[in-house]
């Protein structure tokens, strides 16, 4: 099994930066992709980033392409999503994932999750 814990969130004025991290422990040799996903209140959760094995490849939704940065550091089992310019919009709980497989822009893709934290952009 592999363990994910998300920090990093919290209250930010809309046009700030946050920086989440997730820190995995485990099995973590069995893990290749890893993703960001958000779920604001009432609505399905969705797509955030993506990056593969060796972080040379992401995939971003569009609507965060440009502000949030994903990254990856194997020595720690680190990702850790850099957001900026944020948005009211992006107001949601952030979910860390991760996947034995290649990475993909669906939750179906992902074989572990954290438990989440909290991201609130004000107006």
């Known amino acids: 099994q592999v363990q994910l814990v998300e920090s990093g969130g919290g209250l930010v004025q809309a046009g700030g930066s946050l920086r989440l991290s997730c820190a995995a422990s485990?099995?973590?040799?069995?893990?290749?992709?890893k993703a960001w996903f958000r779920q604001a209140a009432g609505k399905e959760r969705e797509f955030v980033a993506a990056?593969?094995?060796?972080?040379?490849?992401?995939y971003y939704a569009d609507s965060v392409k440009g502000r949030f940065t994903i990254s990856r550091d194997n020595a720690k089992n680190t990702v850790n999503l850099q957001m900026n310019s944020l948005k009211p919009e992006d107001t949601a709980v952030y979910y860390c994932?991760?996947?034995?497989?290649?990475?993909?822009?669906?939750?179906?893709?992902?074989?572990?999750w954290g438990q989440g934290t909290q991201v609130t952009v004000s107006s």
């Open positions: 994932a991760a996947s034995k497989g290649v990475m993909a822009p669906r939750r179906e893709g992902y074989d572990y």
């Open positions: 485990g099995r973590t040799f069995s893990i290749n992709a």
């Open positions: 990056i593969n094995w060796n972080g040379g490849s992401t």
